[in-house]
C-alpha cells in the first residue's frame, strides 16, 4: 500500500469510468446466471474493495465474471436452493485460499505470449459485437455476455443481424454521441492539455447520453427511452430492506455432494480465469508490473469467501473492467478499490440517479474499450513476427468468438504447442550433404519425433559416402534414435560407408553400440 496515494488524481478518475462500466455488468451477470441481481453488485463491490487490498495487482478489477454464467446457472439450477450454491461460493474461496498457498499460481507463466495477446483482442471484438445491439436499443441479451450462444436463443451474429430490426432512434442518438463524446476526447487537443485530461471522457459520454434522454422526457416524451433501456439498480425504501437484499449461505448443505462439486468446479475455473487475466492485464500495463500469481490466488480465495458469505456472485479477475482501467489511465489498485467503494456508496444512497442512465451510452465506452483492445496494428505486428506467432493468435481469437473464453484459451494453447513441437522438430536435427560427405548435427533435445527423418536420411546414405554425426551441440538424444543411428552404424560397413564420431561434452548423451559402448 505504500504511496497508494502518489497518483490520487489518475486513480480517483479511472475509478469513476470502471464504474461505470462495472454496475452494468455486473447486473447482467446476475440476470443471465439467474441469480438475484443484488448478487452481482455484492461481488462488485467485494471484487473491488477487497480483492484491490490483497491483491498485488497494480491494474486489475474484480468482480462477477461472465466466463462463470454457465456454470453459476446450471449450479443454480441443480442445488435449487440459493443458499446453497453461496455455500459452494465459499468452498471455492477456500480451495483458491489453498491453491494460493501450494503455489498453483505458477500454471499462468505457461501460456504463450500470442495466445494472451488473442485472448486480449477477442475480447475486443466481443465487446464491439456484443455492445453494437445495446448501442442502438436491442436490449434483448443482458450486459455482459460473452459466450457465443447466448440465453434469448440467439448467437452474437444473429444477435446483431436481428438487432437492426429493432432500432431506437433514441438510443441511437444517446449512443452516437456518446461515442462521438469518447472519439473526440482522445484526440490530441485533448490529451495535450492537462486540465481537460482530468474530466474522464467515459463520465461525460454518460452525463450526454443522461441529459439526453431526460430532455426527450421534457420536451418529446414519445422518443424517451423506456425503462428496459436503462441501469436496472436494486433500490431499497430504506436501509431495513436494503439489508434484506443480502443472502447468507447454508451450512446445513454441506454434506450435499453437489455442493463439494460445485465448489471445486468454480475454484478451478475462476482460478484460471484469474491467472489468464492477471497476464493480460501485466500485457496492458504501461509500466510493464508483474503481477505475483499465487498471491492473487490468495486474494481471490478471499474475496469469494467473503462474497458467498455475503450472498455475491463468485469473482474473478476481469479483463474487461481491467482493460477499460488501464485505458482510463489508473497507475495502481487505488482506482480498482475505490471503484467497488463508490458501488457501495452508490447503490446505498443514490440507486435512482444511477438508473437514470442509458445503457446506449454506457454501451459506447465498451465499444471504444473494444476497439483499443482490438486494433488493426496489433495484427499486423503478429503477422509481421511469422506465422509461428500469427496463426495461434488468430485461432485464439476465432475460437474465443465462437466457443467461450476458456475452451478459446485452450484451443489457442493447443495450436501453439504444435508450432512449438514443429520449431524443436526442425531445429533438433540440421543435416547438410556436400558431394558424398554427410553432416548430421544432432542439437538440444533430440526426441523420438525427429526419428522419422533421421532414419529416412540415414537409409539414402549412398555407398562410399562419408558421413559425421556431430553430437556436441546436443543436451538430450532419445533412446529410440540412439537405436536407429546404432543400427546405421552397424550396418555402415556394408555400404563401405565412412563414420566419423563427434562426442558430446554430456555423459547422458551417449550412443550405445554393441560391445564395447562407444561414449559421444
Known amino acids: 500500500m505504500k504511496n497508494i496515494f502518489k497518483n490520487i488524481t489518475s486513480d480517483l478518475s479511472a475509478s469513476v469510468v470502471v464504474l461505470l462500466v462495472a454496475i452494468p455488468l455486473c447486473l447482467g451477470i446476475a440476470l443471465g446466471s439467474g441469480a438475484p441481481l443484488f448478487s452481482g453488485i455484492i461481488a462488485g463491490i467485494v471484487g473491488g474493495i477487497v480483492v484491490g487490498i490483497a491483491s498485488g495487482s497494480s491494474l486489475s478489477v474484480s468482480g462477477p465474471a461472465a466466463g462463470l454464467t454457465v456454470i453459476v446457472a446450471t449450479a443454480i439450477l441443480k442445488l435449487q436452493v440459493f443458499e446453497a450454491f453461496l455455500l459452494a461460493v465459499v468452498i471455492a474461496g477456500v480451495i483458491q485460499l489453498i491453491l494460493g498457498y501450494v503455489k498453483a499460481g505458477v500454471i499462468g507463466d505457461y501460456i504463450p505470449n500470442a495466445v494472451i495477446k488473442g485472448m486480449l483482442a477477442a475480447i475486443g471484438l466481443i465487446l464491439i459485437l456484443k455492445q453494437v445491439p445495446h448501442l442502438i436499443g436491442y436490449d434483448a441479451d443482458f450486459s455482459g455476455d460473452e459466450n457465443f450462444s447466448q440465453g434469448n436463443d440467439e448467437n452474437t451474429f444473429s444477435g446483431l443481424w436481428n438487432a437492426v430490426n429493432y432500432i431506437t432512434p433514441s438510443a441511437v442518438v444517446i449512443g452516437g454521441s456518446a461515442l462521438l463524446i469518447l472519439i473526440f476526447w482522445s484526440r490530441p487537443v485533448i490529451s495535450s492539455n492537462k486540465w481537460l485530461q482530468l474530466v474522464p471522457a467515459p463520465l461525460l ?249 533421421i532414419k529416412k536420411t540415414l537409409e539414402d546414405v549412398p555407398e562410399n559416402a562419408y558421413v559425421i554425426i556431430d553430437a556436441t551441440r546436443a543436451d538430450f538424444i532419445d533412446k529410440d534414435v540412439i537405436e536407429e543411428i546404432n543400427n546405421f552404424m552397424l550396418h555402415a560397413h556394408l555400404k563401405n560407408i565412412s563414420i566419423e564420431i563427434k562426442k558430446s561434452q554430456f555423459k547422458a548423451v551417449h550412443l550405445l553400440l554393441n560391445n564395447p559402448k562407444t561414449p559421444f
Open 205 to 453: 459520454a454518460v452525463l450526454a447520453g443522461t441529459f439526453i434522454n431526460e430532455a426527450f422526457k421534457i420536451y418529446r416524451p414519445d422518443y424517451a427511452l423506456e425503462l428496459k433501456h436503462l441501469v436496472a439498480l436494486p433500490v431499497a425504501k430504506d436501509m431495513g430492506e436494503f439489508f434484506s437484499f443480502f443472502t447468507f449461505p447454508n451450512i446445513d448443505y454441506l454434506n450435499n455432494p453437489d455442493v463439494w462439486i460445485t465448489g471445486i468446479t468454480l475454484a478451478i475455473v475462476a482460478s484460471l480465469e484469474t491467472l489468464l487475466g492477471i497476464e493480460a492485464v501485466d500485457k496492458l500495463d504501461p509500466l510493464k508490473r508483474v503481477t505475483p500469481p499465487n498471491r492473487e490466488l490468495k486474494a481471490q480465495g478471499i474475496g469469494n469467501i467473503l462474497s458467498g458469505l455475503l450472498g455475491g456472485l463468485p469473482l474473478t479477475s476481469v479483463v474487461v473492467r481491467s482493460s477499460a482501467n488501464v485505458n482510463a489511465g489508473a497507475k495502481t489498485k487505488l482506482s480498482a478499490i475505490l471503484h467497488g467503494v463508490f458501488m457501495l456508496l452508490c447503490v446505498v444512497f443514490i440507486p435512482f440517479v444511477l438508473n437514470k442512465i442509458p445503457l446506449a451510452a454506457l454501451a459506447a465506452i465498451l465499444i471504444f474499450t473494444g476497439y483499443k483492445l482490438a486494433k488493426v496494428s496489433l495484427f499486423k505486428e503478429f503477422f509481421q513476427k511469422g506465422w509461428d506467432q500469427f496463426v495461434p493468435f488468430v485461432v485464439t481469437i476465432a475460437a474465443i468468438l465462437i466457443t467461450d473464453l476458456l475452451k478459446g484459451i485452450l484451443i489457442g494453447i493447443g495450436v501453439g504447442l504444435f508450432y512449438l513441437i514443429r520449431s524443436n522438430f526442425r531445429s533438433a536435427v540440421f543435416i547438410v550433404n556436400d558431394d558424398n560427405k554427410f553432416l548430421f548435427r544432432l542439437r538440444k533435445d533430440v526426441s523420438f519425433l525427429n526419428k522419422p527423418i
